[in-house]
T-cell receptor, first 112, second 114 residues
């Protein structure tokens, strides 16, 4: 049982390039999330999807777009990367009472 | 607005000593409370959770946490720290009234000295 799988694990981009971070979960969860983690700031929610076919903005959505491709997959796209988007990105999924979230291993992104 | 405060950015304890990591929250609803641990280069792993009932909850790896509603706190404790406990710890809060979203604290980095 793989849980939440994120690809790629590492990525270096130049300013202005675009890329898509992929996330897939095999736990049949309805809800999925994208966070960014920066030193001293904890995890901040970028976008989330409460169920297949729906997406909503979180705390820091600017510069990002998402797609809930199906129940398993939730992708995050940077259309024109900026140095301020250098961060570690985590995908999570959840289900059930209390919304216990399960996390992927993260994608470490550097934008030069 | 909902917020979670972890007052200690870094804590250093000796191996075998007891540990308490603090977490305070501000939430206009009955909260669900979580502690997660993150080892270097890894994702977040759930240590324990509180939904309702007994305010003292037990988690994995010998950790426990106590929910004190009057103090809006959910502090994490361990009686005897092991070197392998060195990691970053995050407190998180959610509530049914706010949908499925969690708010995370900034984290506390635990260093264990031998």
């Amino acid at each position: 049982n793989a849980g939440v799988t994120q690809t790629p694990k590492f990525q270096v981009l130049k300013t202005g390039q675009s890329m898509t971070l992929q996330c897939a979960q095999d736990m049949n969860h309805n809800s999925m999330y994208w966070y960014r983690q920066d030193p001293g700031m904890g995890l901040r929610l970028i976008y989330y999807s409460a169920s297949e076919g729906t997406t909503d903005k979180g705390e820091v959505p600017n510069g990002y777009n998402v797609s809930r491709l199906n129940k398993r997959e939730f992708s995050l796209r940077l259309e024109s990367a900026a140095p301020s988007q250098t961060s570690v990105y985590f995908c999570a999924s959840s289900e059930g009472r209390g919304n216990i979230q399960y996390f992927g291993a993260g994608t470490r992104l550097s934008v030069l | 607005a909902q917020s979670v405060t972890q007052p200690d950015i870094h804590i250093t304890v000796s191996e075998g000593a007891s540990l308490e990591l603090r977490c305070n929250y501000s939430y206009g609803a009955t909260p669900y409370l979580f502690w997660y641990v993150q080892s270097p280069g890894q994702g977040l792993q759930l240590l324990l959770k509180y939904f309702s009932g007994d305010t003292l909850v037990q988690g994995i790896k010998g950790f426990e946490a106590e929910f004190k509603r009057s103090q809006s706190s959910f502090n994490l404790r361990k009686p005897s720290v092991h070197w392998s406990d060195a990691a970053e710890y995050f407190c998180a809060v959610g509530a049914m009234e706010y949908g499925n979203k969690l708010v995370f604290g900034a984290g506390t980095i635990l260093r264990v000295k031998s």
